[in-house]
């Protein structure tokens, strides 16, 4: 995108992109040089913006702090964790926490929990035959 030429970009880039920053947003990056150069310029991590907030300009950012930002991906996938635990559908799942249902996949995979992913698709499998 910094080479590019015009102010827009693909679908196809776009998505690419979106997908990465699901896969990333909450995860360290390996380089302590850069950590060091956001900080001192004054950028936050993506943590400390409320997706839904984003676009306000009165909107504060979240404490982020390592331990806070940890404690609300924690608490994001304890909730995710108990909603599925109790049974739902993707459908449910994605009105619950206000997301798409590859949002949701592509951070539980991030977070290793690709068994939730597993018993959300084996319950909408299920989800006509019990209908019937």
């Known amino acids: 995108m910094v080479n590019q030429v015009g102010d827009h970009i693909t679908r196809a880039k776009h998505e690419k992109v979106v997908a990465l920053y699901e896969l990333l947003w909450d ?10 150069r956001a900080a001192a310029a004054g ?4 943590a400390a913006w409320d997706d839904q907030l984003i676009d306000d300009p009165t909107h504060l950012p979240a404490d982020t702090t390592p331990a806070s930002i940890s404690d609300r991906a924690d608490a994001w996938l304890e909730d995710v964790e108990f909603i599925i635990r109790n049974g739902t559908s993707k459908r449910a799942l994605e009105e619950r926490l206000g997301g798409s249902w590859n949002k949701i996949a592509s951070r539980l995979r991030g977070r290793g929990r690709q068994d939730l992913i597993d018993s959300v698709v ?9 209908a019937a």
Do not use: C, H
């Open 27 to 36: 995860q360290p990056g390996p380089s302590t040089i850069t950590k060091a």
């Open 43 to 46: 950028y936050l991590p993506p």
């Open 122 to 130: 084996r319950q909408d499998e299920f989800a006509p035959a019990r």
